[in-house]
């Protein structure tokens, strides 16, 4: 694990970035004093905020497993073009 002080973290903070992207943990100083460190996310954390709010709030369901191979081979639904413009406009017209 690595140490950087704060200037150098910011003069070079792309790069500090990048190398925790890909796994490294970093440990940030200021006036020799540990205050910090940086780690890459995992898991569900690396799920959009937006979609842990709209999860809490009730309004989408988050997956707890991937889809089978088998569903990616059915057919998909017809729907036909007045039916998705009736949908998407009651949509609209709910807000």
């Known amino acids: 694990m690595q140490?950087?002080?704060i200037a150098e973290l910011k003069n070079n903070l792309s790069v500090y970035l990048e190398r925790v992207r890909n796994g490294e943990e970093m440990l940030v100083k200021d006036?020799?004093?540990l205050i910090v460190r940086?780690?890459?996310l995992s898991g569900a954390e690396e799920l959009e905020a937006e979609e842990l709010e709209?999860?809490?709030a009730g309004l989408v369901r988050l997956p707890e497993k991937a889809l089978p191979e088998s569903f990616w081979k059915m057919p998909a639904p017809r729907v036909s073009d007045e039916d998705a413009i009736a949908a998407v406009?009651?949509?609209r017209d709910e807000d």
Do not use: D, G
């Open 3 to 5: 140490t950087v002080n």
């Open 31 to 33: 006036r020799h004093r």
């Open 38 to 40: 940086l780690v890459p």
């Open 54 to 56: 709209m999860a809490a």
């Open 89 to 91: 406009r009651a949509e």
